[in-house]
């Protein structure tokens, strides 16, 4: 797995509709879609599942020289307490909460907390950091 080398500007919804309208996401629970090589996965369910804008799709329009858009996803919980744990080989992280494209339930999805590397849950509507990462 590789990491963008700094956080993309700004903080991002999870995904900014409203629970009702995201079809197919309701099938992201962080036992079926939490584990290493998930958040490819995820991030593609997010968007087809009807997330126009929001974390996901942040994710998936970066894009390197070497790595174009598209090829980057948001982060599983897993793999994001993989970049947590690299945190200071990959550098560049504030001390806050990060989303993972795993979703808790149909209004919550996990983050991570990059000074102490707890996890817990949060509305998807409230705004974190994103750090896209791909897979190669």
């Keep these: 797995m590789?990491?963008?080398?700094?956080?993309?500007?700004?903080?991002?919804?999870?995904?900014?509709?409203?629970d009702s309208l995201i079809t197919g996401v309701e099938t992201i629970t962080v036992d079926s879609a939490s584990v290493i090589g998930s958040g490819n996965a995820n991030t593609d369910a997010m968007i087809v599942g009807g997330c126009t804008s929001g974390a996901?799709?942040?994710?998936?329009?970066?894009?390197?020289?070497?790595?174009?858009?598209?090829?980057w996803f948001l982060p599983s919980l897993a793999e994001l307490n993989q970049l947590y744990m690299q945190k200071d080989v990959v550098g560049g992280f504030a001390?806050?909460?990060?989303?993972s494209s795993s979703q808790q339930r149909d209004t919550h999805a996990w983050f991570q907390f990059f000074d102490?590397?707890?996890q817990s849950n949060g509305f998807k509507s409230n705004s974190n950091p994103v750090r896209p990462v791909r897979a190669f």
């Design 56 to 71: 996901a799709n942040s994710a998936r329009a970066y894009g390197t020289a070497t790595a174009p858009a598209g090829s």
């Design 95 to 99: 001390a806050v909460d990060y989303w």
């Design 116 to 118: 102490d590397g707890s």
């Design 2 to 18: 590789e990491a963008a080398s700094a956080d993309l500007a700004g903080t991002h919804v999870w995904c900014p509709l409203p």
